[in-house]
């Protein structure tokens, strides 16, 4: 039994969405990795795929017609320092 976890690293928010309508739950998405890697160390967690989304341009605060919108891989510490 083929035990490896495969990475990657999608460009495209396109890409990442093939990606998981082919691997549904197959696939663990991470950001930075914090809240699975113990998971995997403790051996709780064996994803077949992980993909990070960092590339995906979702680290975002903007301003829209007074709604303030923030993207799902914003990080907190932006957000703290963010102006808006």
Do not use: F, W
Request: proline fraction near 4%; include cysteine.
């Amino acid at each position: 039994m083929d035990m490896s976890t495969q990475y990657v690293a999608p460009e495209s928010v396109n890409d990442a969405v093939q990606l998981l309508a082919k691997h549904g739950t197959k696939v663990v998405i991470v950001a930075g990795g914090t809240d699975i890697v113990p998971k995997i160390n403790y051996y709780e967690l064996a994803p077949e795929i992980i993909m990070y989304i960092g590339r995906l341009g979702l680290d975002y605060i903007r301003e829209c017609n007074g709604t303030l919108i923030i993207g799902a891989g914003t990080s907190v510490a932006k957000i703290a320092t963010s102006e808006l």
